[in-house]
């Protein structure tokens, strides 16, 4: 069970495009999701926390307009990052917590997106 | 702020030997807090976490971690590695209250020898 998947895999996009990313949950429902970035050989970053319904809250210095995040269902966020350049190629991770653990919502990763744009 | 400190980049035992990641984390209460493994190009895997209790925690694949109040540590340790567990270990924080958001360490590359 917890299984979160992410779609595509990988993309790779000309500069100025717009990608689309998806998280899944699986076999559970997520209230919240979380957004990462990871830069080759360092740590995840937290770039904004999804929840249903609602808008999404952003750490600091995450461009809002640049990243945006769409949690319109319970099994479903997504993270499109609008007007790509160079500098936003990463890997992206998104995280799920289910809602029906009664205590602390342990998060659950997907496999990662690797965007690379030229 | 919570806060995580992976004192080590890279270390590097032979296949068979015991291995011990370290980690430090800055909180202002009792945190959780957690091991993930990631595989090149992979997500993250769960290898253990801490809540409360018993402050010796069990987690797959043969590791387990101590959590020291005292030091504000929660070390990492396998008695035998395999080549398998080659891999980035990462170790987490995260708060009880609020969004319940994680710390990651800069996380710790390990490389097994033959």
């Known amino acids: 069970g917890a299984v979160v998947s992410q779609h595509p895999s990988r993309v790779i996009c000309k500069s100025g495009t717009s990608v689309k990313i998806e998280c899944r949950s699986l076999d559970f429902q997520a209230t919240t999701m979380f957004w990462y970035r990871q830069f080759p050989k360092q740590s995840l970053m937290l770039m904004a926390t999804?929840?249903?319904?609602?808008?999404?809250?952003?750490e600091q210095g995450v461009e809002k307009d640049k990243f945006l995040i769409n949690h319109a269902s319970l099994t479903l966020s997504t993270l499109t990052v609008t007007s790509a350049h160079p500098e936003d190629s990463s890997f992206y991770i998104c995280s799920a917590r289910d809602r029906a653990s009664s205590s602390y919502n342990e998060q659950f990763f997907g496999p990662g997106t690797r965007l690379t744009v030229l | 702020a919570q806060s995580v400190t992976q004192p080590d980049i890279h270390i590097t035992v032979s296949e068979g030997a015991s291995l011990e990641l370290r980690c430090n984390y800055s909180y202002g209460a009792t945190p959780y807090l957690f091991w993930y493994v990631q595989s090149p190009g992979q997500g993250l895997q769960l290898l253990l976490k801490?809540?409360?209790?018993?402050?010796l925690v069990q987690g797959i694949k043969g590791f387990e971690a101590e959590f020291k109040r005292s030091q504000s540590s929660f070390n990492l340790r396998k008695p035998s590695v395999h080549w398998s567990d080659a891999a980035e270990y990462f170790c987490a924080v995260g708060a009880r209250q609020g969004a319940q958001k994680l710390v990651f360490g800069q996380g710790t590359r390990l490389t097994i020898n033959p």
């Open positions: 801490y809540f409360s209790g018993d402050t």
């Open positions: 999804s929840n249903e319904g609602s808008k999404a809250t952003y």
